[in-house]
Every structure is written in structure tokens, then in C-alpha cells.
């Protein structure tokens, strides 16, 4: 009671100042939302020409990006496929990872996590080049295998992240229960601990896989250009002539995002703060 | 790694009599879980990242600083330098203020409502930045929807020009970057103790006194660590000012992928990638440090 | 009787810091345990030892007859019970319980049965496929003890099982554990800072205290013959009064208080005359009743400054003529003596009741 009363009245004393505040902070949110809301209407459009509202409706734009001869169906397999096994690569790679950093404490641990989680901060620009270089030696320039190692070099970090917040959660005691009643490290690792974090990994690799899906430097640089991969294909697209197709493939990539980030909330546990 | 281990264990094993081997197997065991990527990292980041400093110094068999002289002495290269500063703590500093309001908000709100508010953030976050930079096109554009907009209100022919040039860039970049600095902001405000405002107002402060007096200075750390963070991000972008931008907007990373692609001079790359780098790499450890030295 | 856990000189240093001193233990088959102490005394250190989540600096570790200094945590054939329940979260009850079983590579049938008999020891069978979240807190530690015992280990380790729960519920609990324990027989090594806790349920209990054991002994040991001052503070109330010894028999030793008041106590290794001890006396064991009949009662004088209300006893403070103040602890009847600040009063108690400290 005595609190309610408290917020009640603290809201009213601050009036304007507040408002003015909320306000702004939903100019913010309306800024944010906008452009990934605009190229829904625009998608339905028939027109040559990129017009706001579409003039007449109709689905003209979605049946050329599904057109064969246009390659964006090839682009988005491609795209599919590759963030497919970069993820698993990440997850085989990224899971044990974050295990092994949240449950040891050893000289040049931090140096350790700062050398796994660096492409997070590194310019993407630079990792791009370097991996151009590095497989213009090896030789592996525009081929699959290059561009998984990219991708896993780009998102592995990301699930190693969210796995790490998620073991954050885990009760070490759970693991030492088990490592009393007889399980091994292995056991302890398959039977407990990744059970506990599936959530968390879960909405992990299925961002990882979005990171993927939507990773255009390191892709532009290493990806043959007669074999694009959907955002590059839609990164030259954009460079060279606005094409109103853009807006039906925007929408998918758009549909794909909402859909990972409804399923991720439902794998998330309640108590957490959705991000 | 084998070292590092055995160097975590060294206190225990130096003082035991025996072989400590079942410790060490185990404290090994975690070892293994880190071995995969670590190697993974090592041979596919660690090793290519030293090969753009070494394509940097290393040119037709011999080392030389060509690279950097040209870099120092270049007017392109002072004109890429000066836009990535400029348009990244630009864009750093707008982020960082309109990401406060949003933090703000949220943070002043029930659990259950935040966690519908934040998809309002994090849906623009996960957007692929083609979809928001071909939006800013039609947007933007002289024929864009805000320019009819404008023209249908005023019934006249004016144009704003939004695109093209260092509006494109940094309203676009600003978009790219809000939800960045909206997270971290954001943690800060929520681990503040709410006791502390309350004390305050019970002590009789008003609402903007309890603002500016305890909850902006507590969450100043932050606030500044994030702007250096969306910074730096912003210094490295590629995709919005090629896109968005004008010739006079480059930035060092298009610099980069010009030299790579157009020039096909890779020395020239390398060194342009590694001054950026080393920005980075100052900037963030700038904000590390401004961090721990204003939370203490 | 054989022993499960023998302890030969283990300690625990963290570079200059010791956490434990080097301590010997021995815990028999069938014995409750316990390790009691305040936070930092070295009893959770030694619990993590025992379970093998550190290693010792020095010392030997034999759990049922085996060198266990350097086994894994897995190989030690340990249970134990963790004060925040511990339990895996993915798992029904049932899964949780039968979880040590099936890394034994137990049969499913006879993991049915040992499960349904663990859960029914605890009265939890109606809720086996329930996850750990959906019960209460009280279920969850149950559960997590049931999943202690279900594979009969040689000893079950117990790190403040009850610590998480409520008073009513943390009562009923110790109740329930020492009956598990009268009935099945099993070993457990318990640890707990409450010392009515371990009062009411361990065969002996270790007082642990700066990182050593202080004593070791059974409840009534600890609470009627404690060594050290500190032993008699941790345990039970105290009321501590300075004095000087003034003569000393095989019997009994006289100490005089500053007022010149004497006071007898039993004779214990280690005094002499002219020493300052401290005298203890536990506030339950004083009574306000007249005159000393016999040799066998120390009597002093006092004024009363103030009562507290308990329910079912009353304390009252008085300030004694030697100057300290003491309490005494009466239980409540309508014979009490009205006792108003300022009243003079006659303590006296039995002098075998006196602890001398140094």
C-alpha cells in the first residue's frame, strides 16, 4: 500500500518533466520500428516504381523474387545452408567453450576470453580482410568451406555470450550434486549441465544462425560473385539500382527476424529480462 | 594451454607430497572443453589477424612502411581518418542520448511490460542492416516518403536532401547504433538501488533533483562506456556510409574494401585496416578504463 | 564399530591465509556428526575436503577404509545434501532420485524400486513426477535427500540442509532427518552454524572455531563441561564474571569476585592460585530462591535493572556488587517474584554448574 502510494505520487510530482521524457523515448522506439515496418506495405505493391502507399496491391514482387531466373531463390538457399552448418560448427565449438571459461579460474583465463570473444568487438571490416587474405593463401576464397569459417569466426562469440549468461543461472552445486552421486566430467556436461542450458543455448544458435543469415562483410569479401549469398546479393542489388523486389525479400528477412525472436522468448525462462 | 593449467594448479601440486594427477586430469578436463575453439580461433583469427599487419609492412619480399608514409602523407586517407572519427563519435553521442530515454523508459517499468517493450528495441537490433538501409532509401530519397511528405504539407517542390550524404550516414548509423547503447544503459539503471531514490525523495528531493542528483551520475559509467563502445562500432561500418552515404562520406572500412576490390593493393588494405584496429583497440581500452576508474 | 571417515592431520592454506588447521576426526558407522560453528570457522572448508571440491595442503582423507586424499569427487562414494537443494531442474522427482542410479548403470527395474522406496522414506511418492520447481521448499530438500540415500553411499555429507527454510519447516525437518537417520542406519556428516540444530540431532558434535575443531563430544558434553569460553558462549546462553583465584583443592577450586564474594567451582587442570579467571554460569541455571543451604551453592547479591518477557521463561538482568551484569533465566509461573528495577536479589546455583576459564 504504502509504497503504491509512494510511486503514485512521485509520478504526479514529476509531471511534465516526465512526459516530456516519455515522449521522447517514443520518438525513439517509433524511429527504431519504422523502416522494418515500411517495407511490409511496399512488398504488396505491383509498380516498377518504389511508391509509398503502393498504388495498387497484389503479390507481382514476391512471384519475381521466387523466379528462378532471378537468382534471389539460389542467393537464400545458399544463405540458408550456410548458416545452417555455421551454427552447428558454433554450437560444437561455442558451447564446450563457455563451459570450460565459466567453470575455471587459471592464469591468462582473461586474456583467454578476450581472445575467443574479440571478433565480437574487432571492426568486422578488418576480420573480413584478413580472412581474404588468410584464404587467398589457403586457397579456399569463394568456396562453402571459407565461408563457414567465416561465419563460425563471426557468431561463435555471440553463443559463446549467451551461453555464458545462461550458465550464470546454473547452480555449480547442481554439478558438484552430480559429481558426488558418481558422474563424470562428461556426464556432468551432457546430462546436466547442457540439459539446464538449453533454453538459453537454444535462443542462442537460433540468433546465431539469424547473425548468419544476415552477415554481409565477411560475406562480400570471400563469396564468389557469380555465387552470392542473399545479403550480398541484396547489398549490390541496393548499390546499383533500388529495385522494388528488394522490399519482398526485406519483408522475409524481416518475418525470419520475428519469428526467431518469438521463439527465442519462448525458450528463454520467465524470470530473465528478454535480452 | 597445457601451461596455463598447470600453472593454476602449481600451488597446490608445489605444497603436496604426492602427485596431484586425478586434479589435474580434471582441471585438463576443462581444458578440453576450451580446446576446440581456442585452436579454431587461433588458426582462423589470431593467425589471418597477423597476416593483415604483416601484408602491411611485407610487399614483393621486402619490409617496408611505404603503406603507412602514404597513409600519413595521403589527403584521402586524412579525409577517410577524419570521417571515421567524426561520424563514429557523432553517431556515438546520438546513440547514447536517444538510448538513454529509451533506457530510461524501460527501466521505470514493471518486469512483465519491459519484456513486451524491449522487442520495440531489439526487433530493429536483429533486423538485417540491408533491410534497414534499403528502407532509408525509400525513406530518405528525394522521391522518399518523407520528402512527399514534406511536399504534400507545404505544397511546394522542396527537397530535403537526406541521402547521399552525412545525413544519410548518420541517421542511418544512429539507427544501427540506439540499441546498442540501449542495453547496456539499461543494465545499469536496473541494478541501481532503488533505496537510494527513495532515500532521496524521502529526504524531501524533488523528482528532477532525484534524477540528475542520484540516477544520472550512477549511471554515468555506463552511459559513457557505451557511447565509446557504439563508437567504435560505428568506426568500423561498411555496409550504411557505402550505402547511404555520398563520395564524401567515406570511411576508412570502404577505403578498405576499395584498395581490396578497385586498387587491388592489399598492402594498402592492411595498413588502412590496421590503423583502424588500433582506434579500436584505444578507444576501448579508454572506455575500460573510464569505466572502472568513474565506479569506483 | 567400524569408521566410515578418518581424518589424520588435514589442513587447508590459501598462500598465507589457513582456513584449517590441521585436524584429525573420526566419524563411526551409524554416527551423526556434526560440524558446528560460526561463518569462517573452517567447517565448510572441511566439508568441501571431505567431498573432494578441494584438495588438502596436508593430510590424509580415509573414507570406509580407503585412501580417499586424492580420488575424485565421483570415486568417493560419498551423498550429500546442499543447503540450496541443488536439484537438476530439467528432471522430474522421480529422474532426480534416480539419477545416481542410472550413471551406476542400475537396471530399470530395481531403479524403479529403489526409487519408489527412497521417495516413500520421505513421504514424496504422490509428487515423483512433478519438476523440482513446482514444490515446495521443504519437498525440494526432501527429494534431495531421498536422492542422497538412494544408493546407499558410505556417508552422507550434509552442508546446512535446513538453512534455506523457514523455522516451523526447519524444525520439522530436523525431526524427520534424525528419524531417517534411527531408522536406516546411515552415517552423516552434517554441517550447521544453528547450535540448537545440531544439539537436538547429532550423536557428537565438532565445534569449530578460527579454523580448528574447538571440542568434540556429545551435546551434553558440549553444553554441561565446555572447555573453552568460547565453546560455553556458542553453545547454550553464558554470563561470564572476572575473579582471582584464591585457593585451589583436588575438588573444588574458590575464586573471589572483586566485590570479595567467593564463588566455588570444580577443580580443573591448569589453575593456580592468584590467577584472573573468568567464571561462567549459564542464565537457566540460576535460581532467586532465599539462602544457600549447603557448601554445595554459590550465592551472590545483586540488584535487579530490568526484565524481559519470553512466553514460557522470563529474563531478568541484574547488575552484580562486583559490578557485572548478569542474566538469569526463570521459567514463568505466577510465583514470580515481582521484580522491579532496584529490587535487591539472592542468586544461587549449584556449584558444579561453575565453569573456571582462563
Known amino acids: ?275 | 594451454m597445457q601451461t596455463m593449467h598447470a600453472l593454476e594448479t602449481n600451488t597446490t601440486i608445489g605444497k603436496a607430497h604426492r602427485g596431484r594427477i586425478p586434479i589435474m586430469i580434471r582441471t585438463l578436463g576443462f581444458g578440453t572443453f576450451l580446446l576446440p575453439l581456442t585452436v579454431f580461433m587461433l588458426l582462423v583469427f589470431c593467425v589471418p589477424l597477423l597476416g593483415v599487419a604483416r601484408a602491411s609492412f611485407y610487399t614483393n619480399g621486402t619490409w617496408t612502411l611505404s603503406a603507412y608514409r602514404e597513409f600519413v602523407s595521403g589527403a584521402l586517407f586524412h579525409r577517410a581518418l577524419i570521417n571515421t572519427l567524426s561520424i563514429g563519435f557523432m553517431t556515438g553521442l546520438i546513440s547514447v542520448i536517444c538510448g538513454y530515454f529509451v533506457a530510461y523508459h524501460l527501466s521505470r517499468m514493471p518486469q512483465r511490460k519491459r519484456r513486451l517493450y524491449i522487442i520495440l528495441v531489439m526487433l530493429p537490433f536483429w533486423t538485417s542492416i540491408l533491410v534497414k538501409s534499403f528502407a532509408f532509401t525509400v525513406l530518405l530519397g528525394t522521391n522518399g516518403i518523407i520528402n512527399q511528405a514534406l511536399q504534400a504539407i507545404s505544397g511546394t517542390n522542396v527537397v530535403v536532401p537526406m541521402i547521399f550524404n552525412r545525413a544519410g550516414v548518420i541517421i542511418g548509423m544512429a539507427h544501427w547504433l540506439i540499441p546498442f547503447s540501449v542495453l547496456p544503459i539499461l543494465s545499469s539503471l536496473l541494478s541501481q538501488d532503488k533505496a537510494l531514490r527513495d532515500a532521496a525523495e524521502v529526504m524531501g528531493a524533488t523528482g528532477m533533483q532525484v534524477f540528475w542528483k542520484v540516477t544520472f551520475p550512477l549511471s554515468l559509467p555506463g552511459v559513457l562506456a557505451s557511447g565509446l563502445m557504439a563508437s567504435v562500432i560505428g568506426m568500423g561500418s561498411f555496409v550504411t556510409p557505402s550505402l547511404l552515404g555520398g563520395r564524401q562520406d567515406l570511411m576508412m572500412a570502404n577505403l578498405v574494401d576499395f584498395y581490396v576490390r578497385e586498387a587491388l593493393d592489399w598492402r594498402m588494405a592492411s595498413a588502412i585496416a590496421v590503423v583502424l584496429i588500433l582506434l579500436a583497440l584505444l578507444i576501448l581500452s579508454t572506455a575500460a578504463f573510464v569505466r572502472t576508474r568513474l565506479s569506483r | ?358
Open chain 3, 1 to 358: 564399530m567400524t569408521s566410515k571417515l578418518t581424518l589424520h592431520g588435514v589442513s587447508k592454506r590459501y598462500g598465507p591465509v589457513t582456513a584449517l588447521h590441521p585436524t584429525d576426526l573420526e566419524v563411526r558407522e551409524g554416527e551423526f556428526v556434526t560440524l558446528l560453528g560460526p561463518s569462517g570457522s573452517g567447517k565448510s572448508t572441511l566439508l568441501k575436503i571431505i567431498a573432494g571440491m578441494e584438495l588438502p595442503t596436508e593430510g590424509r582423507i580415509i573414507i570406509n577404509g580407503r585412501d580417499a586424499t586424492e580420488m575424485p569427487v565421483r570415486e568417493r562414494d560419498l551423498g550429500m545434501v546442499f543447503q540450496n537443494y541443488a536439484l537438476m531442474p530439467h528432471l522430474t522427482v522421480f529422474d532426480n532420485v534416480a539419477f545416481p542410479l542410472k550413471i551406476r548403470k542400475t537396471a530399470t527395474e530395481e531403479i524403479r524400486r529403489k526409487v519408489h522406496d527412497a521417495l516413500k522414506t520421505v513421504q514424496l511418492e504422490h509428487l515423483k513426477d512433478r519438476k523440482p520447481q513446482a514444490l515446495s521448499g521443504g519437498q525440494q530438500q526432501r527429494v534431495s535427500i531421498a536422492r542422497a540415500i538412494v544408493y546407499n553411499p558410505s556417508l552422507v555429507l550434509m552442508d546446512e540442509p535446513l538453512g534455506a527454510l523457514d523455522k516451523k519447516l526447519r524444525e520439522q525437518l530436523q525431526f524427520e532427518i534424525k528419524e531417517l537417520h534411527d531408522r536406516l542406519g546411515i552415517t552423516i556428516l552434517y554441517v550447521t552454524h544453528d547450535q540448537q540444530e545440531a544439539m537436538s540431532m547429532s550423536d557428537r558434535v565438532a565445534l569449530m572455531n578460527g579454523g580448528r575443531i574447538e571440542q568434540i563430544g556429545t551435546p551434553r558434553q558440549l553444553y554441561f563441561t565446555p572447555e573453552t569460553a568460547f565453546a560455553a558462549d556458542f553453545l547454550g546462553s553464558s554470563n561470564f564474571i572476572d575473579a582471582t583465584v584464591t585457593a585451589r583443592t583436588s575438588e573444588r577450586t574458590v575464586c573471589r569476585l572483586s566485590s570479595g564474594e567467593e564463588i566455588a567451582a570444580p577443580s580443573r587442570e591448569g589453575f593456580s592460585e592468584g590467577q584472573k579467571v573468568r567464571l561462567m554460569v549459564r542464565p537457566e541455571h540460576i535460581s532467586l530462591l532465599g539462602q544457600a543451604v549447603s557448601a554445595d551453592r554459590n550465592v551472590l547479591k545483586g540488584v535487579t535493572t530490568g526484565t524481559t518477557f519470553f512466553g514460557e521463561s522470563a529474563e531478568i538482568r541484574a547488575r552484580l556488587a562486583a559490578g557485572s551484569e548478569i542474566a538469569i533465566r526463570i521459567p514463568n509461573d505466577y510465583s514470580l517474584p515481582e521484580a522491579e528495577p532496584g529490587a535487591p536479589l539472592h542468586l544461587e546455583w549449584d556449584v558444579r554448574q561453575t565453569h573456571v576459564f582462563a
Open chain 1, 1 to 275: 500500500m504504502n509504497t503504491l502510494h509512494q510511486s503514485a505520487k512521485a509520478t504526479s510530482r514529476l509531471g511534465r518533466p516526465i512526459s516530456a521524457s516519455v515522449l521522447i523515448a517514443w520518438l525513439v522506439y517509433l524511429f527504431l520500428i519504422v523502416p522494418s515496418l515500411i517495407v511490409v506495405p511496399m512488398s504488396f505493391g505491383t509498380s516498377n516504381e518504389l511508391v509509398f502507399p503502393p498504388q495498387q496491391w497484389g503479390l507481382d514482387l514476391y512471384a519475381k523474387a521466387l523466379d528462378p531466373a532471378q537468382g534471389w531463390l539460389s542467393a537464400g538457399g545458399r544463405s540458408f545452408v550456410l548458416g545452417l552448418i555455421a551454427t552447428g560448427l558454433a554450437l560444437m565449438m561455442g558451447v564446450p567453450a563457455a563451459y570450460g571459461l565459466s567453470r575455471t579460474n587459471f592464469f591468462g583465463q582473461k586474456a583467454l576470453s578476450f581472445m575467443l570473444l574479440s571478433p565480437i568487438f574487432a571492426p568486422t571490416i578488418v576480420v573480413a580482410l584478413a580472412l581474404y587474405l588468410y584464404f587467398a593463401t589457403l586457397h579456399i576464397n569463394g568456396s562453402m568451406l571459407g565461408l563457414v569459417m567465416g561465419h563460425a569466426v563471426i557468431i561463435t562469440p555471440f553463443l559463446v555470450v549467451t551461453t555464458l549468461s545462461g550458465l550464470k543461472h546454473l547452480d555449480r552445486n547442481i554439478e558438484n550434486a552430480a559429481m558426488v552421486m558418481g558422474a563424470t566430467q562428461l556426464q556432468v556436461f551432457f546430462r546436466v549441465v547442457l540439459p539446464a542450458i538449453k533454453g538459453p543455448v537454444l535462443s542462442g544458435s537460433l540468433f546465431a544462425f539469424l547473425l548468419s543469415f544476415d552477415e554481409v562483410i565477411v560475406s562480400w569479401f570471400i563469396a564468389r560473385s557469380d555465387q552470392p549469398t542473399l545479403p550480398v546479393k541484396m547489398y549490390s542489388s541496393i548499390q546499383w539500382e533500388v529495385s522494388p523486389v528488394l522490399a519482398a525479400i526485406s519483408t522475409f528477412l524481416v518475418f525470419i527476424t520475428v519469428i526467431v525472436s518469438l521463439v527465442s522468448a519462448f525458450a528463454q525462462p520467465e524470470n530473465t529480462d528478454g535480452f
